[in-house]
């Protein structure tokens, strides 16, 4: 059982970063795959970015690419969002996920495990 409890969130002007985090425990973090979802009010959650197991292959949704960077530390047991350029749009609670899966998916059915969530919002 693996247990993922996010941070870093909060409140910042467009334009603006955030960094989150993510920590791991209860689990060999190194041996899943991780992504970080989002849901915003009255949406339903969506895919954001995702990592492979050793960090190298990452994949996003077309909407933050270039603007958003996920990476992880396996020796920290943590996994990272880094949120540059931030817009309105970008309002939701942000999860991060674990899944025991080879390959990344954007599907949230492809996860085993997720987090509680951490608040981002956008000011314009």
């Known amino acids: 059982q693996v247990q993922l409890v996010e941070s870093g969130g909060g409140l910042v002007q467009a334009g603006g970063s955030l960094r989150l985090s993510c920590a791991a425990s209860g689990g060999t973090f190194s041996s899943y795959l991780m992504g970080w979802f989002r849901q915003a009010p009255g949406k339903e959650r969506e895919f954001v970015a995702g990592?492979?197991?050793?960090?190298?292959?990452?994949v996003y949704v077309d909407s933050v690419k270039g603007r958003f960077t996920v990476s992880r530390d396996n020796a920290k047991n943590t996994l990272y969002l880094q949120m540059n350029s931030l817009k309105p749009e970008d309002t939701a609670v942000y999860y991060c996920?674990?899944?025991?899966?080879?390959?990344?998916?954007?599907?949230?059915?492809?996860?085993?495990?997720w987090g509680q969530g951490t608040q981002v919002t956008v000011s314009s």
């Open positions: 990592v492979s197991r050793g960090g190298i292959r990452k």
């Open positions: 996920a674990a899944g025991a899966g080879a390959t990344i998916r954007t599907q949230m059915t492809a996860y085993d495990y």
